[in-house]
């Protein structure tokens, strides 16, 4: 009778939960997508209302996320989300506070809803791990069992906010490990993430983020100009992270002289200068990143493009570093769909 309970626990903590677990961050994700669309529409409506209220948009949008995480968060540090998730898998034993969990998630969505320039993966990946860890220590399972299932919600909340279950298991599993995969939860994980990848179906539907105009035959030339964007990419990579760097040691150098709260409202004007004249760059730019895929080349100068790769770059490092919570996926795929237009 034992044996059987034992093989009925070990079937419940690997395929069960997972889909339970699925289930519930693929509502939650429904909801956080719900709450970024009525706050960007509220951000919308002020800017069409006078172009000059961008500037009270970019300060909610930093100075919003700021307070909250600064009044409401256990942990008080603002800007990548995926630290925090790394931090509770590798030293917390897969801990995720709810009181973290929540703050830092709502942060990140006001943070991007009114223009700051960061992506949803990183709040997705906080609200999945922090249900998982909420439900799994309400379990009492052991040490190992939460952070495996750990990992299953940040798996899970990655391919629920992308309708993406195959990139999210491989993502979501190698970011919290940091130099590979933590292969022994590879199934568990693969059910959370495809269970929330239905339900995510379910509530927004079928249609992806980005759209695939038209199918491409694969010849030599394209792959020797793959190899040569790839190169590109690297280097504009490595000119983005450390400019990102750059403005993270340079803020540590000001708040030893000034308030963080002031260097929050700095950040939230500048962001607003750059919305008045590219606007493009700000929030997440799936539009933006729909119409280039979309638009004939010729519509779009090549200053243009030069000039929303350098403000996309700038935008995101001073929303990271000036208060802002998010993360770098999405702006890093804008960056080099840019590069990828520029090099066309």
Known sequence: MLIYNEKFFEFAKNLLLPIILGSIIGLAIFLLNNIYRFLNHISLLLIS???ILIFAST????LGGYLIVILLANNKKCGCG???VIESYHFRNGFLSLKDTISKTLASVITISFGGS????GPSLLLGGGISSFITRKLRLNQKDVKKLFLCGTTAGFSAIFKAPLTGILLALEIPYKRDIEAMVFVPASIASITAYFVSIATFGTETIFPSPMLLSIHTSILI???ILGVLAALIA??????LEGINIAIEKLTKKISMLYITILGGLILGIIGLFYPEVLGLGYETICKMTTTKLGNISLIMLISLLIFKIIATSITLNFGGSGRLF??????GGVLGLIYA
């Open 238 to 243: 490595l000119i983005f992270i450390k400019f």
């Open 59 to 62: 300060l909610i949008a930093l």
């Open 330 to 335: 999405i702006p890093t795929l804008y960056i």
């Open 82 to 84: 995926t630290e925090l």
């Open 225 to 227: 100009h793959a190899v």
């Open 118 to 121: 960061t992506g949803l993966e």
């Open 49 to 51: 209302y006078n172009p």
